[in-house]
């Protein structure tokens, strides 16, 4: 079973604990920083990733650090089942797919957007709104250039893409005109 599977099937029993207890957004940024705390430190890394460290080892440690950093009681037993479990490699995972579990149930989805140019703030706000009425969702916005563009937008959201490039329309144009 991949790392992925595994890691979403732990983070939806932890979205559905969390969401009966009303924290689903604390809880998410709850995990997001641990992510990063184990992340910045390389005593943590090693406590996470090395193998032959026996499982319940690990998780008094961790637990004695998340008790130390003011992680609520719902995460820290959380991550003493993912550590006891043998699973503690996957907390970068973990963090992932309880990410777009709370996005998914709060009803927001990532764009991916492209432009020629970088976007204001007002054009990126104006764009977000416009996505959010097409799909009737809140709209998170990744942006990348890409010059070879030209100019306007392009945006995918999931499988769906919208675009309103001019290379986009000039081959939009060309198929008419070789069409009719």
Same mark, same amino acid.
């Given at each position: 079973?991949?790392?992925?599977?595994?890691?979403?099937?732990?983070?939806?029993?932890?979205?559905?604990?969390?969401?009966?207890? +009303?924290?689903?957004?604390?809880?998410?940024?709850?995990?997001?920083?641990?992510?990063?705390?184990?992340?910045?430190?390389?005593? &943590?890394?090693?406590?996470?990733?090395?193998?032959?460290?026996?499982?319940? &080892?690990?998780?008094?440690?961790?637990?004695?650090?998340?008790?130390?950093? +003011?992680?609520?009681?719902?995460?820290?037993?959380?991550?003493?089942?993912?550590?006891?479990?043998?699973?503690?490699?996957?907390?970068?995972? &973990?963090?992932?797919?309880?990410?777009?579990?709370?996005?998914?149930?709060? +009803?927001?989805?990532?764009?991916?957007?492209?432009?020629?140019?970088?976007?204001?703030?007002?054009?990126?706000?104006? &764009?977000?709104?416009?996505? %959010?009425?097409?799909?009737?969702?809140?709209?998170?916005?990744?942006?990348?250039?890409?010059?070879?563009?030209? %100019?306007?937008?392009?945006?995918?959201?999931?499988?769906?893409?919208?675009?309103?490039?001019?290379?986009?329309?000039?081959?939009?144009?060309?198929?008419?005109?070789?069409?009719?």
């Amino acid at each position: 079973m991949s790392n992925r599977l595994v890691a979403r099937r732990y983070a939806k029993a932890l979205a559905g604990i969390a969401e009966d207890q +009303g924290s689903l957004v604390q809880t998410r940024e709850e995990l997001t920083g641990v992510a990063a705390l184990v992340r910045g430190n390389a005593d &943590l890394q090693r406590l996470a990733f090395y193998p032959l460290l026996a499982p319940s &080892l690990k998780a008094k440690a961790l637990d004695a650090v998340l008790a130390a950093q +003011g992680v609520s009681d719902t995460v820290r037993r959380f991550f003493g089942v993912v550590a006891g479990a043998a699973r503690l490699n996957l907390i970068y995972d &973990l963090a992932t797919a309880f990410d777009e579990l709370v996005d998914e149930r709060l +009803g927001v989805v990532e764009a991916s957007v492209q432009t020629a140019q970088p976007l204001t703030g007002p054009q990126s706000a104006a &764009l977000a709104a416009a996505l %959010g009425r097409r799909t009737g969702k809140t709209v998170k916005l990744t942006w990348r250039q890409d010059p070879s563009m030209l %100019g306007g937008v392009k945006a995918q959201i999931g499988s769906t893409v919208y675009d309103a490039s001019l290379k986009g329309q000039l081959r939009l144009l060309q198929a008419r005109l070789l069409s009719a």
